[in-house]
């Protein structure tokens, strides 16, 4: 167990080297604001989520999640003039602090407790690793999907649906899904956050959660009874308690 004494030397000794990236966070947010892909509000909240993940996780946490954000940011660009043509295309204003919360906080809640304690680090580093994964992988497959595929069909039926209606999927968007969270495993393994041997685990349980985020919009987002948030939360969630759990039945087994 960790006293309250060494607890504070320890954070004596992390927050000179936290403090670059406060600063990285800040500018990060700000170049976001400026590119109107987020609004002040959620420039804000993307601040504090970093902050947070990057105390509990290392400084080096900060990059894949500038790699979630490149990739969604264009991928929600490619294609945009099709995407107005069918309604479906997200506002130029950018994304509002509840959708940056949605898709960053299932990952840092999961680093969370590497704040007051070390041990199970890389064990919840793959569920941070596994939530980012997903949160890049549904936005770049929805978008790319839009902009690429032809003929969605709805993940529970697989009959024929409209272009961005919640819970259709297409092919060409399923394999640009898999792309971007192998991309943000790899940001995740380059910088150390993820060991080598928990790469597989981490993509497949984004790739599952993805899934789930398809199955939740034809299920209770498609009816009204979800919001679009609240399912990519959810998914986010899942794909980090699923990584955690393989890997911990692993460890026991």
Not at 62 to 77: A, E, I, K, N
Not at 193 to 201: A, D, E, G, V
């Amino acid at each position: 167990m960790i006293s309250g004494m060494n607890l504070f030397q320890s954070w004596q000794l992390a927050i000179p080297q936290l403090l670059p990236a406060v600063g990285l966070s800040v500018a990060f947010a700000l170049s976001a604001w400026g590119l109107r892909a987020v609004t002040a509000s959620a420039a804000a909240v993307g601040v504090l989520l970093t902050v947070l993940l990057c105390a509990a996780a290392g400084p080096p946490a900060l990059f894949p999640v500038m790699v979630v954000f490149f990739l969604t940011l264009v991928s929600t660009r490619i294609g945009r003039r099709k995407k107005e043509r069918l309604g479906t295309a997200e506002r130029r204003h950018g994304r509002g602090p509840l959708q940056i919360l949605a898709n960053v906080g299932a990952a840092t809640l999961c680093a969370a407790p590497l704040l007051f304690v070390s041990h199970a680090r890389y064990l919840l580093l793959a569920g941070t690793t596994a939530a980012l994964a997903e949160a890049a992988a549904d936005t770049v497959s929805s978008e790319l999907g839009q902009a690429f595929g032809t003929n969605p069909r709805l993940i529970t039926t697989l009959r024929r649906v409209t272009p961005g209606q919640d819970g259709g999927i297409t092919i060409i968007g399923t394999l640009f899904s898999l792309i971007a969270a192998a991309i943000v495993c790899y940001a995740c393994l380059w910088t150390r956050l993820l060991l080598p041997q928990f790469f597989w685990t981490a993509l497949a349980a984004a790739f599952f959660g993805t899934l789930l985020d398809s199955l939740l919009g034809a299920t209770l987002e498609r009816p009204g009874r979800l919001g679009n948030n609240s399912v990519n939360f959810t998914s986010t969630a899942f794909s980090a308690a699923l990584a955690i759990g393989i890997l911990f039945l692993q460890r026991w087994n």
